[in-house]
C-alpha cells in the first residue's frame, strides 16, 4: 500500500503529527479500493500553488481538492468543472460512489472555537470497502487518533443516501468501526 502527498505528488514520509504539530495534520486523505492512501496535511497551507495554470493561495478544502483532481484525476473534466465552480461536494459524493474512503478535517483553527472543540475530522466509508482499504484504513488511524471527535459516517446505501453517523473520539474511531464491521459479519 502506498501513501502519496497528492499536493506534492511524491511518497508521503512525514512523521505522524501530534495534537501540537499542526503541519502535519492531515487536511483530505482519499483511500482508493486498492488501498493507496492520497494524502495532504495543513503544511500546504497558506502556500502559493498553481491550480490548473493559475496561482492560488491554499488554504481551504477546495484548493486541496481541485489539486487532488488536476493531479491525479487529469481526465476527469467532470470533477474539474464541479470544482472549478466552487462545488466541492459534488465530487466527494462522486468519489464515494467510486468506493473510497474519505477523511476530512473539519477542525476551526482560528479563535475560541478550537480551544472549545479541539481537533476533529469526518471519515466517510462506502458501502463496501475493500480489503485493502481496510488496511490502509489502520495506517490513517496512526494520524487521526489524537483528533478530539471524528464523525463517522457508514453509508448503507449512497443512492438513496442511507447512512449511520457516530460521532467518536480520534483514539477509537477506527477500532469501533472495524469492530462494527467484524459484528455484523462483514469482515
Request: glycine share 6%.
Amino acid at each position: 500500500m502506498q501513501m502519496i502527498d497528492f499536493m506534492n505528488q511524491n511518497d508521503y514520509t512525514k512523521e505522524i503529527g501530534t495534537t501540537e504539530n499542526r503541519k502535519t495534520h492531515p487536511k483530505f486523505v482519499l483511500i482508493r479500493p486498492d488501498g493507496t492512501i492520497l494524502y495532504s496535511d495543513l503544511s500546504n497551507d497558506e502556500k502559493m500553488i498553481s491550480i490548473f495554470g493559475k496561482e492560488e493561495k491554499c488554504m481551504e478544502h477546495r484548493q486541496y481538492i481541485t489539486k487532488l483532481i488536476e493531479n491525479f484525476f487529469p481526465d476527469r473534466t467532470d470533477l474539474k468543472e464541479k470544482v472549478l465552480q466552487g462545488n466541492i461536494f459534488a465530487p466527494i459524493y462522486d468519489f464515494l460512489k467510486e468506493g473510497d474512503i474519505i477523511f476530512n478535517n473539519t477542525t476551526t483553527y482560528e479563535g475560541p472555537t478550537f480551544f472549545l472543540h479541539g481537533i476533529h475530522g469526518q471519515l466517510l466509508i462506502p458501502e463496501n470497502p475493500t480489503e485493502s482499504q481496510i488496511e490502509a484504513l489502520k495506517v490513517l488511524d496512526a494520524y487521526i487518533n489524537y483528533f478530539k471527535t471524528i464523525e463517522v459516517k457508514e453509508y448503507q446505501d449512497l443512492e438513496k443516501n442511507i447512512k449511520v453517523t457516530y460521532f467518536e473520539n480520534g483514539a477509537v474511531a477506527v477500532k469501533n468501526f472495524l469492530d462494527r464491521r467484524q459484528e455484523y459479519g462483514r469482515h
